[in-house]
């Protein structure tokens, strides 16, 4: 049966010619014994993918005197990209220490397969047949280091493809404003691959997705905004000394920030008309509106709310008036 017959011939385009080499003939595939080892340290990891069904399994030759891996091959039950992306996992190992190694991602690996640098190696549908490489290598760096898996994590790992942490991309969200995943994405390449992290429904479930962080990240710039709406409406002098239109600001953000929410709740709202200084006493002369403007209370309770609110907040003498 011919590639195309058994793929699709589209979707086998998608591969970059490194990987179709590696599929059909992995160059380290193999393993290694302890006859071979002599005085050397082996190391076997064994890991499997849950999402799909791989596993991998790593041989590493390790040299105690420098901690440097001397030989590395490995065996794989899975796809063609799981054993292309395992042969060069394992080829990347060789001539690193084991601390080198355990730097090595699994967006190393796709990048190595690549044909020319700006392409991916294995469309993204795919890409979670190669997130093998970084947790068997953190396997066998902590069989030969005699630790948990665990210590060479200090920061929560969102994007597995890409090896990104959550701490980054909040950080990155913060510092270059990002409003959209697709900017998210161009940034810090989380979920530019298998787009498990994105959002739920991928192939791997999380618990935190990158639709959350952006969520939080907008959310509290519209109350960083809020709060320096209000601060830039006030000014650096008292209620008293501003001119008319940074009252205005001011009684609006106020407004915005502390009444708007509860009246709209109940299907109201409010409109500031006007400012007036009468007898040293700041006139805010207001218009209700919505389910407001029929409801018994609006001159007393929510009115008696408003002004109590505008004072407490502006600290100078006001009196609301509904016109």
């Given at each position: 049966m011919a590639?195309?017959?058994?793929?699709?011939?589209?979707?086998?385009?998608?591969?970059?010619q490194e990987v179709q080499k590696r599929m059909d003939n992995?160059?380290?595939m193999g393993e290694i014994t302890n006859a071979e080892a002599g005085k050397n340290t082996l190391v076997i990891a064994d890991f499997g993918a849950e999402s799909c069904g791989d596993a991998v399994r790593l041989y590493w030759l390790v040299d105690?005197?420098?901690d440097r891996i001397i030989n590395s091959k490995f065996k794989s039950f899975g796809c063609g990209t799981a054993i292309a992306s395992s042969d060069m996992m394992a080829e990347l190992c060789m001539g690193k220490t084991v601390d080198e190694a355990v730097k090595i991602t699994n967006i190393d690996v796709e990048k190595a397969l690549r044909d020319t640098p700006d392409v991916p190696a294995v469309p993204g549908q795919?890409?979670?047949?190669?997130?093998?490489?970084?947790?068997?290598?953190?396997?066998?760096?902590?069989?030969?280091?005699?630790?948990?898996?665990?210590?060479?994590?200090?920061?929560?790992?969102?994007?597995?493809?890409?090896?990104?942490?959550?701490?980054?991309?909040?950080?990155?969200?913060?510092?270059?404003k990002l409003t959209t995943i697709?900017?998210?994405?161009?940034?810090?390449?989380?979920?530019a691959f298998c787009?498990?992290?994105?959002?739920?429904?991928?192939?791997?479930?999380?618990?935190?997705?990158?639709?959350?962080?952006?969520?939080?990240?907008?959310?509290?710039?519209?109350?960083?905004?809020k709060s320096r709406k209000i601060i830039e409406a006030k000014g650096d002098g008292s209620?008293?000394?501003?001119?008319?239109?940074?009252k205005i600001k001011s009684v609006e953000s106020i407004l915005e920030e502390y009444i708007r929410p509860t009246l709209k709740a109940d299907g109201g709202?409010?409109?500031?008309?006007?400012?007036?200084?009468?007898?040293?006493?700041?006139?805010?002369?207001?218009?209700?509106?919505?389910?407001?403007?029929?409801?018994?209370?609006?001159?007393?309770?929510?009115?008696?709310?408003?002004?109590?609110?505008?004072?407490?907040?502006?600290?100078?003498?006001?009196k609301v008036i509904v016109v």
């Amino acid at each position: 049966m011919a590639r195309n017959d058994l793929i699709g011939g589209a979707l086998w385009e998608e591969y970059s010619q490194e990987v179709q080499k590696r599929m059909d003939n992995p160059v380290n595939m193999g393993e290694i014994t302890n006859a071979e080892a002599g005085k050397n340290t082996l190391v076997i990891a064994d890991f499997g993918a849950e999402s799909c069904g791989d596993a991998v399994r790593l041989y590493w030759l390790v040299d105690p005197k420098d901690d440097r891996i001397i030989n590395s091959k490995f065996k794989s039950f899975g796809c063609g990209t799981a054993i292309a992306s395992s042969d060069m996992m394992a080829e990347l190992c060789m001539g690193k220490t084991v601390d080198e190694a355990v730097k090595i991602t699994n967006i190393d690996v796709e990048k190595a397969l690549r044909d020319t640098p700006d392409v991916p190696a294995v469309p993204g549908q795919k890409m979670h047949c190669s997130v093998m490489a970084y947790d068997v290598i953190k396997k066998a760096a902590s069989l030969y280091k005699n630790v948990d898996m665990e210590s060479f994590e200090d920061e929560f790992i969102l994007c597995e493809c890409a090896r990104v942490t959550q701490e980054t991309i909040q950080e990155i969200i913060r510092l270059n404003k990002l409003t959209t995943i697709e900017e998210i994405v161009d940034y810090t390449k989380a979920g530019a691959f298998c787009k498990s992290c994105v959002k739920p429904g991928g192939h791997e479930a999380k618990d935190v997705y990158l639709v959350d962080l952006l969520a939080t990240a907008l959310e509290e710039k519209e109350a960083q905004e809020k709060s320096r709406k209000i601060i830039e409406a006030k000014g650096d002098g008292s209620f008293e000394s501003m001119g008319l239109v940074q009252k205005i600001k001011s009684v609006e953000s106020i407004l915005e920030e502390y009444i708007r929410p509860t009246l709209k709740a109940d299907g109201g709202d409010v409109e500031l008309v006007d400012i007036k200084e009468v007898d040293e006493v700041f006139e805010v002369l207001i218009k209700y509106q919505g389910e407001c403007m029929s409801c018994s209370m609006n001159t007393t309770t929510t009115l008696a709310g408003i002004e109590d609110m505008l004072k407490f907040k502006l600290k100078a003498p006001l009196k609301v008036i509904v016109v």
